[in-house]
């Protein structure tokens, strides 16, 4: 099946899918070599510039970037570049490599910090463990992975999956260090002290952003966050595990981005009945991936759109049992050019829940902001780097992913991270 979607490619001499790549994947050659039947050198041309496919080909949203400006897709179905590179490497991790695992390069004698094993931190650590730096990556939570382990569910993402894509960064000579709170356990300024002569901050965006309206701190009320990091890290995707997550028989999921999905996909599983998407938007301008949209819908999730959070409804023992909705219809675009939902005077209605999961978004965790000096910030909490080459306003100090640009996409992340090593390997070159 694989070889028959590879042959599809037409292999045009501007290949449009190669400027949609954050990470610039060697589209066009790895397919080729799919289409030969030559899985090995596939999955060397894609790990030149991607330390992560098996990831990227379940978690990219390929239908916004390289398929969605595949020529093929102008007319029909474009080639299915995720699916490609989701089997090559599925197919790599099987098989390992035919010639033994990759040299390890000689070290170089320079020593940089990464702090995040995200998507970020992960991708800057392989490329500069590749160019032969002493790289140590110092890991908050007591795994690594990042928002991959705890953010992403199992059924969407397997956790082995991405123990084996960190394993592989390791066998470069990545050292991790897990349950290391940088800006707590020790600061940035301290590293510099140890003899790291840069740092990279790919901490992502942890901090969840409520709705403040009454009733949100009753009973049953999570953040996605909550939900899916309990549900993650404490392993209740399996039946052996007793995870303390209360999720009720009715549950309301306000928000309707990836994370939206994810969150009530996980509810479903937990045990609950009915999981309702509450949305002030309607279907057309749901934010998530519309493969999400759909896995959603297959397993019966209700969709509550064009409807808009005002209260969250309690009993004597501040225990949640409803979600007062006001309803909305779609105004003028505004300045994004979406329509601006506009609420319906005297529509207000109670769907009966007992419990309510937030996931309208994150913002980056404060922390290493506030414990080191010299690091400028945005309006909206990240850390100012630039998209060139991941520089903060400190001296030696990069940074990249949702620690800049709050909540995105795994693989934008992947790309910050691939600036930031570019910007990092220049930058010792020139000190």
């Given at each position: 099946?694989?070889?028959?979607?590879?042959?599809?490619?037409?292999?045009?001499?501007?290949?449009?899918?190669?400027?949609?790549?954050?990470?610039?994947?060697?589209?066009?050659?790895?397919?080729?070599?799919?289409?030969?039947?030559?899985?090995?050198?596939?999955?060397?041309?894609?790990?030149?510039?991607?330390?992560?496919?098996?990831?990227?080909?379940?978690?990219?949203?390929?239908?916004?970037?390289?398929?969605?400006?595949?020529?093929?897709?102008?007319?029909?179905?474009?080639?299915?570049?995720?699916?490609?590179?989701?089997?090559?490497?599925?197919?790599?991790?099987?098989?390992?490599?035919?010639?033994?695992?990759?040299?390890?390069?000689?070290?170089?004698?320079?020593?940089?910090?990464?702090?995040?094993?995200?998507?970020?931190?992960?991708?800057?650590?392989?490329?500069?463990?590749?160019?032969?730096?002493?790289?140590?990556?110092?890991?908050?939570?007591?795994?690594?992975?990042?928002?991959?382990?705890?953010?992403?569910?199992?059924?969407?993402?397997?956790?082995?999956?991405?123990?084996?894509?960190?394993?592989?960064?390791?066998?470069?000579?990545?050292?991790?260090?897990?349950?290391?709170?940088?800006?707590?356990?020790?600061?940035?300024?301290?590293?510099?002290?140890?003899?790291?002569?840069?740092?990279?901050?790919?901490?992502?965006?942890?901090?969840?952003?409520?709705?403040?309206?009454?009733?949100?701190n009753l009973l049953g009320v999570f953040s996605a966050n909550e939900l899916l990091t309990r549900s993650n890290l404490m392993k209740a995707y399996l039946p052996e595990y007793d995870t303390p997550i209360r999720i009720?028989?009715?549950?309301?999921?306000?928000?309707?981005?990836?994370?939206?999905?994810?969150?009530?996909?996980?509810?479903?599983?937990?045990?609950?009945?009915?999981?309702?998407?509450?949305?002030?938007?309607?279907?057309?301008?749901?934010?998530?991936?519309?493969?999400?949209?759909?896995?959603?819908?297959?397993?019966?999730?209700?969709?509550?759109?064009?409807?808009?959070?005002?209260?969250?409804?309690?009993?004597?023992?501040?225990?949640?049992?409803?979600?007062?909705?006001?309803?909305?219809?779609?105004?003028?675009?505004?300045?994004?050019?979406?329509?601006?939902?506009?609420?319906?005077?005297?529509?207000?209605?109670?769907?009966?829940?007992?419990?309510?999961?937030?996931?309208?978004?994150?913002?980056?965790?404060?922390?290493?902001?506030?414990?080191?000096?010299?690091?400028?910030?945005?309006?909206?909490?990240?850390?100012?780097?630039?998209?060139?080459?991941?520089?903060?306003?400190?001296?030696?100090?990069?940074?990249?992913?949702?620690?800049?640009?709050?909540?995105?996409?795994?693989?934008?992340?992947?790309?910050?991270?691939?600036?930031?090593?570019?910007?990092?390997?220049?930058?010792?070159?020139?000190?």
């Amino acid at each position: 099946m694989a070889i028959d979607e590879a042959k599809r490619c037409l292999n045009c001499k501007r290949p449009a899918c190669m400027e949609g790549c954050p990470v610039a994947v060697r589209i066009p050659e790895f397919v080729a070599k799919v289409a030969e039947g030559d899985f090995d050198e596939a999955y060397r041309i894609i790990t030149s510039t991607n330390s992560l496919p098996a990831i990227c080909g379940r978690v990219c949203p390929q239908e916004n970037q390289c398929e969605g400006k595949c020529v093929r897709g102008i007319k029909g179905e474009p080639v299915g570049i995720g699916r490609l590179e989701r089997f090559v490497a599925d197919y790599h991790m099987n098989h390992g490599h035919k010639d033994g695992a990759p040299a390890v390069p000689a070290g170089n004698g320079h020593k940089v910090a990464v702090i995040g094993s995200g998507p970020a931190g992960l991708t800057c650590a392989g490329d500069l463990a590749r160019k032969g730096y002493d790289v140590t990556i110092y890991e908050a939570f007591h795994k690594a992975g990042g928002v991959l382990v705890y953010g992403i569910p199992e059924f969407r993402l397997p956790k082995a999956i991405v123990a084996k894509e960190i394993a592989k960064l390791e066998h470069f000579g990545v050292k991790i260090i897990t349950d290391a709170v940088i800006g707590r356990a020790e600061s940035i300024d301290e590293l510099f002290e140890e003899g790291f002569e840069a740092v990279f901050i790919g901490s992502g965006a942890g901090l969840p952003q409520f709705l403040h309206i009454p009733g949100e701190n009753l009973l049953g009320v999570f953040s996605a966050n909550e939900l899916l990091t309990r549900s993650n890290l404490m392993k209740a995707y399996l039946p052996e595990y007793d995870t303390p997550i209360r999720i009720g028989k009715r549950v309301a999921v306000v928000g309707a981005g990836n994370v939206a999905m994810d969150a009530a996909r996980t509810a479903k599983r937990l045990g609950a009945d009915e999981v309702y998407i509450v949305y002030r938007r309607g279907m057309e301008e749901l934010p998530a991936r519309k493969e999400e949209v759909h896995h959603a819908q297959e397993e019966e999730v209700i969709f509550k759109v064009l409807n808009n959070p005002v209260e969250i409804i309690g009993d004597e023992n501040d225990k949640v049992t409803g979600i007062k909705v006001v309803k909305m219809e779609l105004g003028e675009p505004d300045a994004s050019g979406r329509r601006k939902p506009v609420a319906i005077e005297g529509s207000e209605y109670v769907i009966d829940v007992d419990s309510v999961i937030i996931a309208i978004g994150t913002s980056p965790n404060p922390l290493i902001l506030t414990t080191t000096p010299g690091l400028e910030a945005t309006k909206k909490g990240g850390i100012v780097a630039s998209d060139e080459t991941g520089a903060t306003s400190r001296p030696g100090v990069f940074a990249g992913g949702d620690a800049v640009t709050g909540a995105a996409t795994v693989i934008k992340a992947m790309g910050a991270g691939k600036v930031a090593a570019a910007g990092i390997v220049d930058y010792l070159a020139n000190k």
